[in-house]
């Protein structure tokens, strides 16, 4: 079994999504829960980016599961490898996918997928006897929202408003700072 004073706690987050869960992995490296979220973010009809915001930028996280170990040294090679993990791209012009051939793809898959990287390039150590696997829900979310109407996610693809009525294009989102990106993307949501 790993011990926390040489390696971070990894989990698979579970987030409140539209119609699907949300996936993400967390690492947590602080001692009130602080951490490191990585995931990708977008819609299947506007495509995909990943994303490493603040774990605690979101009120919809829904559970956590403990799928194994990370050494302190290797922390910074999480990104670099989550970053080869292509997103999930735009699947949809409208109601008519782009590929029907090709399988439905979206932030679940790239969890799952980082996951198997990280596990094949040792870097995500796996769980010990001793350590437990439960799926660990953090509040019934669902129970909360029912009877609210949730912000949809912006899908016009080539403009976005961020904060009061500031339109900027989709490339111009993506040219911002990652801190800047999760500082729009929390007025917008």
Known sequence: ????????????ATYLGHRDDHHAVYV???IDKGGH?????GDIRIGMVFWQPHPFDT????????IGWIS?????????????????PRQY??????????????CQHWA???IAALRERAILQPLGPGDDAAVVKRRD???????????????????LTLGKDRNISWFDFLALPESRRGYELGLML
Request: net charge positive; with cysteine.
């Open 93 to 106: 012009e409208g109601p008519k996918r782009l590929v029907p051939r090709h399988a439905i793809r979206h």
């Open 141 to 159: 979310v669902r129970e909360e929202m029912k009877g609210r109407s949730p912000k949809p996610f912006p899908v016009d693809w080539k403009r």
């Open 37 to 41: 979220l990585f995931h990708v973010t």
């Open 59 to 66: 009120t919809a996280g829904l559970s956590v599961q403990h």
């Open 112 to 114: 799952a997928d980082a």
């Open 72 to 88: 302190h040294d290797k922390l910074v090679e999480i990104r670099v490898v989550c970053e080869t993990i292509p997103p999930p």
């Open 1 to 12: 079994m790993a011990s926390t004073l040489t390696h971070y706690p990894a989990y698979l």
């Open 28 to 30: 947590e490296t602080g």
